[in-house]
């Protein structure tokens, strides 16, 4: 379980039981737990420098979501849904989630998952087709569930309804609790890799990637719907080499039953202005991502890769994966 250097919460939380849960754990282990009357602007955290970000992290807040708005997607699901937790303890230098929250990207829990968890049952509920909810987009559920046990508990609340599939991206390898539940097929879970180097210099505080590798085989032997993730493709010098390796090493390592049926979604670093400002401050020894002679500003503060570069990339990684996983679908590149 993770331990934090303090709890931040709200005091609605306690009325809740896994808000309650949650307290009391902490507490007996002596954590300072500070209430605060909104999750969303904890004045203490946003007067904070960009160089305390790695500190911030190490915090905890727990609240209640008050969003519930669906937002409908085209790609692997039919919405994006607001769940129950959002930011991350994880540190990855492009981590989009910096976009929204800023130097505030820190692990926020929501405890009020009843709520939650009920919207999506109606929802589900009221259209002929089988609709797949997105509900790991603003966090990583598989590390948030090492805290509070709610994936384990989402699973468990839906096998015995008729409609409704769920689907959540991981950088995490802690899968064995919910490898034995009754999932009936009805949980996606989508593994993102990259080259070993990549995670290990820029994907701080995630899971090495024969650890997700293995994860993945062990989800894909318990029942478990799986895709894999190439993301975000970072071209940084030697990429050609990387991302050859990263392949590979998926055709060597992932079972046979694994590569029968995982599907691809690959995904381009979309890195920005705020990115920029927080790295230096925060971590100024590492790689710095942003690279203007193959960048390219888009929208509001925020770069990609150049056209040409980008779709020299895509032909190379599109031609890598007709050779080692020839009957595989790539559900689309971007």
């Given at each position: 379980?993770?331990?934090?250097?303090?709890?931040?919460?709200e005091?609605?939380?306690?009325?809740?039981?896994?808000?309650?849960?949650?307290?009391?754990?902490?507490?007996?282990?002596?954590?300072?737990?500070?209430?605060?009357?909104?999750?969303?602007?904890i004045?203490?955290?946003?007067?904070?420098?960009?160089?305390?970000?790695?500190n911030?992290?190490?915090?905890?807040?727990?609240?209640?979501?008050?969003?519930?708005?669906?937002?409908?997607?085209?790609?692997?699901?039919?919405?994006?849904?607001?769940?129950?937790?959002?930011?991350?303890?994880?540190?990855?230098?492009?981590?989009?989630?910096?976009?929204?929250?800023?130097?505030?990207?820190?692990?926020?829990?929501?405890?009020?998952?009843?709520?939650?968890?009920?919207k999506?049952?109606?929802?589900?509920?009221?259209?002929?087709?089988?609709?797949?909810?997105?509900?790991?987009?603003?966090s990583?559920?598989?590390l948030?569930?090492?805290?509070?046990?709610?994936?384990?508990?989402?699973?468990?609340?839906?096998?015995?309804?008729?409609?409704?599939?769920?689907?959540?991206?991981?950088?995490?390898?802690?899968?064995?609790?919910?490898?034995?539940?009754?999932?009936?097929?009805?949980?996606?879970?989508?593994?993102?890799?990259?080259?070993?180097?990549?995670?290990?210099?820029?994907?701080?505080?995630?899971?090495?990637?024969e650890n997700?590798v293995?994860?993945?085989?062990?989800l894909?032997?318990?029942?478990?719907?799986?895709?894999?993730?190439i993301?975000?493709?970072?071209?940084?010098?030697?990429?050609?080499?990387?991302?050859?390796?990263?392949?590979?090493?998926?055709?060597?390592?992932l079972?046979?039953?694994?590569?029968?049926?995982?599907?691809?979604?690959?995904?381009?670093?979309?890195?920005?202005?705020?990115?920029?400002?927080?790295?230096?401050?925060?971590?100024?020894?590492?790689?710095?991502?942003?690279?203007?002679?193959?960048?390219?500003?888009?929208?509001?503060?925020?770069?990609?890769?150049?056209?040409?570069?980008?779709?020299?990339?895509e032909?190379f990684?599109?031609?890598?994966?007709?050779?080692?996983?020839?009957?595989n679908?790539?559900k689309?590149?971007?």
């Open positions: 379980m993770f331990l934090p250097k303090a709890i931040y919460y005091k609605e939380s306690e009325n809740y039981e896994l808000g309650k849960q949650l307290l009391t754990q902490y507490r007996q282990k002596n954590i300072p737990c500070i209430e605060i009357e909104n999750h969303n602007n004045e203490e955290m946003r007067k904070k420098q960009n160089s305390e970000f790695p911030m992290k190490q915090n905890l807040i727990i609240g209640i979501r008050k969003t519930h708005k669906f937002q409908p997607n085209h790609k692997t699901s039919d919405f994006l849904v607001p769940y129950t937790s959002s930011g991350c303890i994880a540190m990855c230098l492009y981590c989009y989630l910096v976009c929204n929250y800023n130097k505030c990207a820190y692990l926020r829990l929501f405890v009020n998952r009843e709520q939650m968890l009920d999506i049952k109606k929802v589900a509920s009221q259209t002929e087709k089988e609709l797949v909810f997105e509900i790991g987009s603003n990583d559920l598989i948030e569930n090492t805290i509070t046990g709610n994936l384990n508990w989402t699973i468990e609340n839906l096998k015995n309804e008729p409609k409704g599939k769920l689907t959540l991206p991981t950088k995490f390898d802690m899968v064995d609790s919910i490898l034995p539940l009754d999932h009936q097929g009805k949980v996606i879970i989508r593994m993102s890799v990259n080259p070993k180097e990549i995670i290990r210099t820029i994907e701080i505080g995630t899971s090495p990637l997700r293995q994860a993945i085989n062990k894909k032997q318990a029942g478990y719907p799986v895709g894999i993730l993301a975000p493709v970072i071209l940084v010098k030697d990429w050609r080499e990387q991302y050859k390796e990263l392949i590979q090493y998926l055709a060597e390592n079972s046979n039953e694994a590569k029968k049926t995982v599907f691809f979604e690959i995904i381009f670093m979309t890195y920005s202005y705020v990115h920029r400002m927080i790295n230096e401050q925060a971590f100024p020894s590492l790689l710095n991502l942003y690279n203007p002679n193959i960048m390219t500003g888009r929208g509001k503060g925020k770069y990609t890769y150049n056209k040409e570069v980008r779709q020299e990339a032909i990684l599109r031609d890598l994966m007709k050779k080692y996983f020839p009957n679908e790539i689309y590149i971007v």
